[in-house]
Nanobody
Framework: QVQLVESGGGLVQAGGSLRLSCAASGSIFSIKGMGWYRQAPGKQRELVAE???????NYADSVKGRFTISRDNAKKLVVLQMNSLKPEDTAVYYC????????????????WGQGTQVTVSS
């Protein structure tokens, strides 16, 4: 069974930086899209950034120029570098991956992990 484990969250002052990592465990044959979502208290989960298998990226307007997403297919890893953090970036961050399990034929999203809390103080 494939699982996602996020790490790297924490408490940081406005203007600071954090680096989030997400690793997939389990037997995976191939990974298509990877990305990050976030959910602030009382709000819906929203897309922050995503990266295709070919390396194309897409960012929410609110994080463009501040966040950078990258991936390491060999390590089954997706990373979100967050700079110039703002209090409005405070949320639980969740990664996602669309994977083809070893021995499987279809791609499917991996169930959400527990997420990692990011808190930005003003």
């Amino acid at each position: 069974q494939v699982q996602l484990v996020e790490s790297g969250g924490g408490l940081v002052q406005a203007g600071g930086s954090l680096r989030l990592s997400c690793a997939a465990s389990g037997s995976i044959f191939s990974i298509k899209g990877m990305g990050w979502y976030r959910q602030a208290p009382g709000k819906q989960r929203e897309l922050v950034a995503e990266i295709t298998a070919g390396g194309s990226t897409n960012y929410a307007d609110s994080v463009k120029g501040r966040f950078t997403i990258s991936r390491d297919n060999a390590k089954k890893l997706v990373v979100l570098q967050m700079n110039s953090l703002k209090p409005e970036d405070t949320a639980v961050y969740y990664c996602y991956m669309n994977v083809q399990p070893a021995g499987g034929y279809a791609y499917a999203p991996v169930p959400w992990g527990q997420g990692t809390q990011v808190t930005v103080s003003s």
